[in-house]
């Protein structure tokens, strides 16, 4: 849990480069305690860590995450745009095997 909490937390940091580590370990991790502050983290100003929050959110795959994934999508720039739909499909395919 203090691991978890640490890295949550990291994503807040001023330094981009410990946002975006902070996202690729929540997705290793991949607790569904992670998927909010996730999806707070899809709106930083750095393009790069919005990228891999949305990696980490596919990775993840709680539903949760398929609205602001979604929005996020309309907003994004192209490289973005692509981890997004990837997200979203594994997201699908995560629920669909649920079923």
Do not use: C
């Not at 795959?61 to 692509?82: C, I, M, N, T, Y």
Request: glycine share 4%; aromatic share 6%; no cysteine.
């Amino acid at each position: 849990m203090a691991r978890l909490n640490h890295f949550i937390a990291m994503l807040t940091d001023e330094d981009p480069s410990n946002r975006w580590k902070a996202a690729e370990v929540l997705a290793r991790l991949q607790d569904e305690r992670s998927v909010d502050p996730l999806i707070q983290a899809l709106s930083d100003d750095d393009w790069r860590v919005r990228q891999k929050v949305a990696w980490a959110l596919g990775m993840v795959g709680d539903s949760r995450a398929l609205v602001p994934l979604r929005h996020a999508l309309l907003h994004e720039r192209e490289g973005v745009k692509e981890i997004i739909e990837e997200a979203i499909d594994r997201i699908k395919g995560t629920l669909t095997s649920l079923y």
